[in-house]
T-cell receptor, first 113, second 113 residues
Framework: DAKTTQPPSMDCAEGRAANLPCNHSTISGNEYVYWYRQIHSQGPQYIIHGLKNNETNEMASLIITEDRKSSTLILPHATLRDTAVYYCIVRGRTTDSWGKLQFGAGTQVVVTP | NAGVTQTPKFRILKIGQSMTLQCTQDMNHNYMYWYRQDPGMGLKLIYYSVGAGITDKGEVPNGYNVSRSTTEDFPLRLELAAPSQTSVYFC????????????FGPGTRLLVL
């Protein structure tokens, strides 16, 4: 699976949109981009995933560049409860790699009042 | 649904002792996983299972054993505990028919002294 690069930390004001970047320049055509987050001391929580089209759900939006070498997770209206470590993960869809999520260090997001 | 449950929540072991971390899911997921997370680090995959009776090693399997006799349960066995196994252990499960998202349990905090 391709590796990802994320900034170690970022701050965001409550009520504003939080834009979290992720670089995955070695991504291959059959690999998906996944985002998880981990609130302190809890298990990771799935947020969203996509292949090449932009995706939106009730939690966030995922914007993937046309060349698929980078993506941005958007939290539209950040709240204090969104303070967490956010992980960008690239994962293949072969049987051997379906489940194996490779977590990096992630981005520590702090939402301030 | 209770989702993924883990017991115990916290345990202190002496060096050389053994224990089993329990994990149960009630979502009828085929895939189950064990991760460990050391302080300030991302998660590392220990073992995973694609169905009852089938298990395979992840990134850091040494010192651990698993079994999968039912769809619901995926216990992790620590033999001869060592201080290097002090960590937080997360169990997760997912659908097995595509690049689905993983659901994580609340974690077991283990301290080996």
């Amino acid at each position: 699976d391709a590796k990802t690069t994320q900034p170690p930390s970022m701050d965001c004001a409550e009520g504003r949109a939080a834009n979290l970047p992720c670089n995955h320049s070695t991504i291959s055509g059959n690999e998906y981009v996944y985002w998880y987050r981990q609130i302190h001391s809890q298990g990771p929580q799935y947020i969203i995933h996509g292949l090449k089209n932009n995706e939106t759900n009730e939690m966030a939006s995922l914007i993937i560049t046309e060349d698929r070498k980078s993506s941005t997770l958007i939290l539209p209206h950040a709240t204090l409860r969104d303070t967490a470590v956010y992980y960008c993960i690239v994962r293949g869809r072969t049987t051997d790699s379906w489940g194996k999520l490779q977590f990096g260090a992630g981005t520590q997001v702090v939402v301030t009042p | 649904n209770a989702g993924v449950t883990q017991t115990p929540k916290f345990r202190i072991l002496k060096i050389g002792q053994s224990m089993t971390l329990q994990c149960t899911q009630d979502m009828n997921h085929n895939y189950m996983y064990w991760y460990r997370q050391d302080p300030g680090m991302g998660l590392k995959l220990i073992y995973y299972s694609v169905g009852a009776g089938i298990t395979d090693k992840g990134e850091v399997p040494n010192g651990y054993n698993v079994s999968r006799s039912t769809t619901e349960d995926f216990p992790l066995r620590l033999e001869l505990a060592a201080p290097s196994q002090t960590s937080v252990y997360f169990c997760a499960s997912s659908y097995g028919t595509g690049p689905g998202d993983q659901y994580f349990g609340p974690g077991t905090r283990l301290l080996v002294l």
